[in-house]
């Protein structure tokens, strides 16, 4: 974990010089502006990262406190993310900040999952964590990293329950890693072909009113992962990951192409990796194609309509950052 994080803030310094903007730029627009990180990984604390562990002796304690500090520094008002049940619940209890829920299926031979104590929830047991309300999300989904289809058997209650309580679902929709980059004794099954977002069509047709967003659009099935969103208005995507590390030549013109095909209302801000908040701002803000409205749109009001946050929310929110 702690050397991941160094490359990624190794990665951060050597493109950071190529901004075309000043930092000064960036935070003048940022002023009274809200924004929601749509993909955010509740986990464990880790002992080795030098980024929270000096802060508190609780290092699961250490970890949120500092996550909230930076979102807190970058407008951040709502992160909506995913992890196994002990620490989704923690999250969620700790901050109204977080819009928590499960990740699907978790794995117990993931460092990141523990304690995975149970891979697959049956809809009974869904629906007892899911009707308390704690619980507003559901996602990422995993089962192409497990080595499963979304339409495995398994993976039924988790769609059945996401549809009946109206739960947003972020799926994993990019080709991901190569294989032989995945770290085999964690995830023995991999399977790229499993993010591919035409698989969840048998699923749609059965769950029509699912409330589902892309994870990592701009990557290999950017075309699939469009022809999926003409087919259901209340699908929705968000960039991060491979806008930080493809080419822009490469994800830029998906991008532009979910604009020209009027898609581009339902593109919303998103960070996924730990501590890249601020560079995933960046990105978007560094898209001068991008009119300040569709901008500001991307930052918070897309997600806001996504989620149906009602008029309060959305005042409470801009209370915040003003």
């Not at 951060?12 to 000043?22: D, H, N, P, Q």
């Not at 329950?161 to 770290?183: K, M």
């Not at 698989?199 to 009113?209: Q, V």
């Not at 930080?244 to 830029?252: L, S």
Request: hydrophobic share 35%; net charge negative; with cysteine.
């Amino acid at each position: 974990m702690k050397n991941r994080f160094s490359i990624i803030v190794i990665f951060f310094l050597a493109i950071s010089t190529s901004a075309v903007f000043a930092q000064e730029d960036v935070d003048e627009f940022l002023k009274n502006q809200p924004i929601i990180d749509m993909h955010f990984h509740i986990t464990k604390g880790f002992d080795d990262n030098e980024t929270y562990n000096q802060r508190k002796v609780d290092i699961d304690s250490a970890r949120i406190d500092w996550i909230i500090e930076n979102y807190k520094k970058n407008n951040v008002v709502l992160a909506v993310g995913g992890g196994t049940l002990k620490y989704a619940k923690m999250y969620v209890e700790t901050d109204s900040l977080f819009w928590g829920g499960l990740v699907f299926p978790c794995m117990e031979t993931v460092k990141q999952d523990e304690p995975c104590d149970k891979e697959f929830f049956n809809e009974t047991e869904l629906r007892e964590i899911y009707k308390t309300g704690n619980f507003k999300s559901l996602g990422e989904s995993m089962f192409n990293y497990y080595g499963i289809p979304p339409t495995d058997k398994r993976l039924e209650p988790y769609w059945k329950i996401a549809e009946e309580f109206n739960i947003p679902v972020g799926i994993h929709a990019d080709t991901g890693p190569r294989p032989e980059r995945i770290n085999k004794d964690e995830r023995p099954n991999y399977n790229p072909d499993y993010a591919n977002p035409e698989l969840l069509k048998p699923i749609l047709e059965k769950h029509p009113n699912l409330k589902i967003y892309l994870m990592h659009y701009g990557g290999g099935y950017s075309e699939q992962s469009l022809e999926l969103m003409k087919l259901y208005p209340q699908i929705y995507c968000e960039i991060s990951a491979v806008s930080m590390f493809a080419p822009k030549k490469v994800w830029e013109p998906k991008v532009k192409q979910l604009f020209n095909e009027g898609l581009g209302d339902r593109l919303m801000f998103a960070s996924d990796y730990f501590g890249t908040v601020r560079k995933n701002i960046e990105i978007i803000y560094g898209l001068e194609w991008l009119t300040e409205k569709q901008k500001r749109d991307i930052y918070y009001n897309n997600a806001a309509r996504f989620l149906n946050l009602s008029e309060s929310e959305i005042e409470e929110h801009y209370r915040q950052v003003n």
